[in-house]
């Protein structure tokens, strides 16, 4: 049996969400004068607002743009969107992993929209920019596909004289790679995500656009009261001033406030996407150099440099089949798991079996290059099983 690697990750968390605590994380670092007080005392609109703010400062938003707190994550933050800003106009709906293929299902079974055309492309690859229409229609897109581990490579495809809107999930993305908001009319991310915060709330970003709309037209079916974002005709400008919707966790906004502070103090957006980018060319590189493992990406240029998803490349592994293949990603991320070297890394359960290993900003590199030696072994050993089991 091949020996163990002598070094170990510092840090085993490698799960593409909830993501790694940044480094030097500590529950005692957070503050705590929030807890146990109303949200809507002075103290806690203050530390909401704060929040917002200090998304702004270090996303790069621009100053016209509001920004929110919502609740249910990203996915409340998305279906906000849909179910508020929707049938106004022809929709295009663009999947090429599990959660884009989510909106088309909310899209196409639930508001059931007549126009909605749907433009996809199996895991690994985008869909056909070029069909896209940015001009007229709606669009509805993730930025990076948490589950497939393929981005779209920038904006550029999208027309800056459009006159629908673009609906962008960034919830992989934001923090780690630049956003193009020029071109982005709605942006919705996560906490638990980049930045490693606590679960449970969305952040939900609009241009003036956006809020045209929402201001504009009524949609045809009834919204539920945590999807409505107007009153009177008019937005509901407390959302976006630390008036939430419903009740948040204190906890989670201060550790989101501490997220976002060691964001400022390690350069701000710069530094995330240039550290986030630093660690996924370890796992890149190694991939290149490495005949058992391959990127599930096909197109570099659109691999992801936060959830790297891979998938078993070895010939005689794949030669046995998908079942052999799902079996020895299995094992994989098995041993890791007992040995406590990595945590988490199995492919999504919608995606083509295989491992998935996030590098993030809040992940250290020195970890990932201490992760690859053990992805090896613990490769050799299923390999070994498999054909014992022959």
Known sequence: MTSLPAARPRAPFFSSGPCAKRPGWSLQNLKTDSLGRSHRAKLGKARLKLAIDLTREVLEVPADYRIGIVPASDTGAVEMVLWSMLGARPVDMLAWESFGEGWVTDVLKQLKLPDARVINAPYGELPDLSQVDTKTRDVVFTWNGTTSGVRVPDANWIAADREGLTICDATSAAFAQKLDFSKLDVVTFSWQKVLGGEAAHGMLILSPRAVDRLESYKPAWPLPKIFRMTKGGKLIEGIFEGETINTPSMLAVEDYIDALEWAKSIGGLNAL???????????????????????????????????????????????????????VAKGITSALDKEGVAFDIGAYRDAPPGLRIWCGATVEKSDLEALTPWLDWAFAQEKAKLAKAA
């Not at 980018?277 to 659109?302: C, E, F, G, Q, Y």
């Open 273 to 327: 996407v240039a550290k986030a980018d630093s660690n996924a060319k370890v796992i890149h590189d190694w991939v290149a150099k490495t005949p058992w493992i391959a990127n599930l990406a096909k197109d570099r240029k659109t691999a992801s440099n936060t959830s790297v998803c891979l998938v078993i490349a070895d010939p005689d592994v794949v030669a046995k089949g998908q079942e052999a293949v799902a079996q």
